[in-house]
């Protein structure tokens, strides 16, 4: 199973970025996906999750009405749209193939991508 990553980057406070994670070796349509982030010195937290049809999205209360989680099972592919982001936004972000807001939940992870938001 590989999940990877993109989307990335430097963006300024009130920014947006829209983050891909495409999935391969693992039935992608039948699989819920989920998005997690790590900030520097503090523990793995979880972001947004989605069932396997995009039925149902749950997201961390410190994101609801900024971050969008949805999919397209053509491509084997999971988004997370950021918008108004803050400073406190900054960390390195993952998907990963699961269900639930604990890691512990998630089989596979991806290898990570850093958004960093800064003037």
């Known amino acids: 199973v590989q999940l990877q990553a993109s989307g990335g980057g430097l963006v300024q406070p009130g920014g947006s970025l829209r983050l891909s994670c495409e999935a391969s070796?693992?039935?992608?349509?039948?699989?819920?996906m989920g998005w997690f982030r790590q900030a520097p010195g503090k523990e793995r937290e979880f972001v947004a999750g989605?069932?396997?049809?995009?039925?149902?999205?749950y997201y961390a209360d410190s994101v609801k009405g900024r971050i969008s989680i949805s999919r397209d099972n053509a491509k084997n592919t999971v988004y997370l749209q950021m918008n108004s982001l803050k400073p406190e936004d900054t960390a390195v972000y993952y998907c990963a193939a699961g269900y639930g807001s604990s890691p512990k939940q998630y089989a596979y992870w991806g290898q990570g991508t850093q958004v960093t938001v800064s003037s």
């Open positions: 070796g693992l039935t992608f349509s039948s699989t819920g």
């Open positions: 989605i069932t396997w049809n995009g039925g149902s999205r």
